[in-house]
């Protein structure tokens, strides 16, 4: 019993619904067949890229003037929605490419926007260079550093656990430009992949979205133009968790897209899979812990949903409410993710501890959503604050 968006959902106008079937397809015709593999053997899912790319679905929020299709919010969750659903590891080409590029797309300069936005349009993939070793929840402790040099910026320092950090072609990164303003001494820089100084480093050995490569970053004595800053100096860190509050809701996608495809093997499994004489399908345990799995996996869309929609709404930005709902659609969409695909494997029982099945390697992909982009503490933390002003 797969979601079918016409019963489960309030009725979507039709463009969504003929954008869950196109990107459905090609998740299931192009993406699925290589999800075991790329786990397995812990490499790019290029098939992904490929198919992501020929149809136009790596980055569908770019605006279209420069490049993209301009998509809104609700139809990028959705891509990735239906991306994870097969393969949590290739629906972060399309996350991914947002999250790179959303600061720029809100403070960027025209010009800057220009030089970037098409080459991710075209296949190109971009990263976000937030965290370090030292600064992960406490983003704004970062030491990374960047110093004015004539028309140039140099910057100094390293990024850790950026995702698809190694196969970007621009990165946005957020350094130090005023050691003594805190937080407002930030600001956000885009670095392309071939700067003097720019070098990728070790990549993580993790437990799951183990396609998608986790990468340390290192800029020595990286040499940018003066025109790369994004927005004004010292307004980096406000566009990073801008950033966040657009982006939040495309992990909770991702997170519900796992969900879904956990819940759809195992419901294909217990009417197959006999015990005791009759499927399993048959006992009311089943069926149970399976009204429960379809109850917080529709909760969690209607939040994701909602989120994502709050973003062309206009729902207030710089640490208004944009943020309460982001932050807590993907809190919970993680949660739930992590629930229902463990509940998943139980139903599969012994079956579903095996690769033979794709529930472990769901299981293992919803893991990291609770972590990333925010680990579901700061979440709750952030939402806690702006539930309180
Ligand atoms: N949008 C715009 N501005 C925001 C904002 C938002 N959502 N949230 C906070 N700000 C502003 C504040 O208004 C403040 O500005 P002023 O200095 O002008 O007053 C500034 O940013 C600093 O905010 P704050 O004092 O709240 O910062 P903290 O260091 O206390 O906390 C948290 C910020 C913890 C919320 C932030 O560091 C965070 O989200 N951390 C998690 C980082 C993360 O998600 N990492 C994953 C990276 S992607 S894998």
């Known amino acids: 019993m797969a979601f079918n968006p016409d019963f489960d959902l309030f009725q979507l106008p039709e463009e969504y619904r003929e954008l869950r079937s196109a990107i459905r397809q090609i998740a299931e015709e192009q993406i699925a067949p290589h999800a075991a593999e790329v786990d397995a053997d812990e490499r790019f899912p290029e098939e992904a890229l490929k198919a992501l790319n020929e149809s136009g679905f790596n980055a569908v929020h770019v605006p279209d003037e420069f490049g993209g299709q301009g998509a809104d919010s609700l139809a990028a969750v959705i891509v990735i929605e239906e991306v994870a659903r097969v393969c949590g590891s290739s629906s972060l080409i399309p ?45 704004g402790g970062m030491k990374t550093k960047a ?183 993907k809190a919970f969409a993680s949660d739930i993710a992590m629930e229902v695909t463990l509940d998943a494997i139980q139903l599969l029982g012994g079956y579903g501890y095996t690769r033979d099945f794709p529930v472990e390697r769901m299981m293992r992909d919803a893991k990291i959503t609770q972590i990333y982009e925010g680990t579901n503490q700061i979440c709750r933390m952030v939402m806690g604050r702006q539930i309180l002003t």
Request: charged content about 25%; proline content about 3%; glycine content about 12%.
């Open 147 to 329: 110093v004015r040099d004539g028309d140039e910026w140099v910057l100094n320092g390293s990024k850790c656990f950026i995702t698809n950090g190694s196969r970007a072609t621009w990165v946005t990164v957020m350094a130090v430009t005023d050691p003594e303003a805190g937080s407002r001494g930030i600001s956000a820089f885009m670095v392309h992949k071939d700067d003097p100084g720019f070098r990728v480093g070790g990549l993580e050995h993790k437990l799951g979205i183990k396609g998608s490569p986790t990468a340390e970053l290192y800029f020595e004595d990286c040499r940018i133009p003066a025109d790369r800053m994004i927005g004004e100096e010292g307004t980096g860190f406000k566009t990073a968790l801008q950033t966040l509050d657009h982006t939040r809701p495309t992990i909770g996608a991702q997170a519900l897209g796992i969900a879904q495809g956990a819940f759809d093997a195992a419901v294909e499994y217990v009417k197959e899979r006999k015990q005791f004489g009759k499927p399993i399908a048959a006992f009311q345990n089943t069926q149970f812990t399976l009204a429960d799995m379809k109850m917080k996996i529709d909760a969690a869309r209607l939040m994701i949903y909602t989120a994502a929609s709050n973003a062309e709404r206009g729902v207030a930005e710089d640490g208004g409410k944009l943020g309460l709902m982001a932050a807590g659609s």
């Open 95 to 139: 996350a991914v490419n947002k999250l790179g590029t959303m600061g720029l797309i809100l403070a960027g300069s025209d010009e800057l926007k220009a030089k970037v936005l098409p080459d991710i349009a075209e296949g190109g993939l971009a990263s976000y260079a937030l965290t370090e070793r030292e600064a992960g929840s406490d983003a």
